[in-house]
């Protein structure tokens, strides 16, 4: 059984950082792309930055340049670092796994990945 578990989420003031982390057990880690989505009440799910089993990032454009991906395959945990965070970024962060090990490039559609955290709110002030 899967479980991942976001945490690292709050209140940020506009311009601060938060580092989230998002912990995994029960696959092997290393050998699956870890994602990063978000989510605003009444809108619809939104990619956020994929990292591949290999290393290989992706970043929606809307974050791009303020957010990194990481992983830390020895604590089977992904980190999502948020830098220059402003009030738009403000919403549920979920962590989710590729559905295929092995991937040989990343993929930023919700529907490959078939485990998901329960999420991690954040909120960013003006």
């Known amino acids: 059984q899967v479980q991942l578990v976001e945490s690292g989420g709050g209140l940020v003031q506009a311009g601060g950082s938060r580092r989230l982390s998002c912990a995994a057990s029960g696959r092997t880690f290393s050998s699956y792309a870890m994602g990063w989505f978000r989510q605003v009440t009444g809108k619809e799910r939104e990619f956020i930055a994929v990292?591949?089993?290999?290393?290989?990032?992706a970043y929606a454009d809307s974050v791009k340049g303020r957010f990194t991906i990481s992983r830390a395959n020895a604590k089977n945990t992904v980190y999502l670092q948020m830098n220059s965070l402003k009030p738009e970024d403000t919403a549920v962060y979920y962590c989710a796994q590729d559905s295929f090990p092995g991937r040989p490039s990343v993929t930023l559609n919700g529907h490959d990945y078939s485990y998901w955290g329960q999420g991690t709110q954040v909120t960013v002030s003006s």
């Open positions: 990292i591949s089993w290999s290393g290989m990032t």
